[in-house]
């Protein structure tokens, strides 16, 4: 079993009856989508690959007659869990190609920790998943050219309010193994 079908098995077996429901619509991308990705981002992890293979994102999303909006995701801050987005999502051109820098004109270790380039255009980074808050203001990111440090597919956090750029892990196949070994925290009981 790869480590994407191990995290949708173990997703599956925690998330709420209306979530699991809704996810029993999606369906994975198709070899054709996952090459289009793979063309804009060669460095696209395999395991990435392999979980859009089997749900092609849960970001209202839509499959045949449902439109699903299922947070599968999770973060180094639990109370917030995130969509996976599509291929489609993903490739789509970003409203603003800046760097951090442009943005906020300077930056200190409080807005980028270290490893993060912030000179670094952000659609450089592929951006696969958007978190619950604000309609997904908060955002992880796939950095394939860090700076001094930090390593080529770390997993960036970036959390809105007070803006705060943070590498979470070192591998998506990492990152997907300490939300397993959290055994899914970010899911909640519903109040």
């Not at 209306?18 to 054709?32: H, N, Q």
């Not at 820098?101 to 200190?108: A, W």
């Not at 309609?135 to 803006?163: C, M, N, W």
Request: a negative charge.
């Amino acid at each position: 079993m790869t480590l994407a079908e191990q995290y949708v098995k173990g997703l599956k077996e925690r998330l709420q009856e209306e979530d699991s429901e809704d996810l029993s619509y999606a369906t994975g991308a198709s070899e054709a989508q996952l090459a289009q990705l793979k063309a804009k981002y060669p460095q696209t992890p395999d395991t990435l690959l392999q979980l859009l293979a089997q749900i092609n994102g849960t970001y209202w999303q839509q499959y045949g007659d449902h439109k699903i909006n299922v947070a599968i995701l999770g973060s180094d801050v639990f109370e917030y869990p995130y969509y996976l987005k599509s291929v489609e999502q993903i490739i789509e051109v970003p409203r603003f190609d800046s760097s951090i820098i442009d943005i906020y004109g300077e930056t200190d270790e409080e807005l980028v920790g270290p490893g993060i380039d912030p000179n670094l255009l952000m659609s450089e980074w592929l951006c696969f998943s958007d978190c619950i808050n604000n309609g997904g203001t908060s955002k992880l990111y796939i950095d394939f050219s860090p700076a001094e440090g930090g390593i080529a597919g770390q997993v960036i956090r970036y959390l809105h309010d007070p803006d705060n750029y943070e590498v979470i892990a070192n591998s998506f196949d990492e990152y997907l193994q300490q939300l397993i070994e959290k055994d899914y925290e970010f899911i909640t009981e519903e109040e």
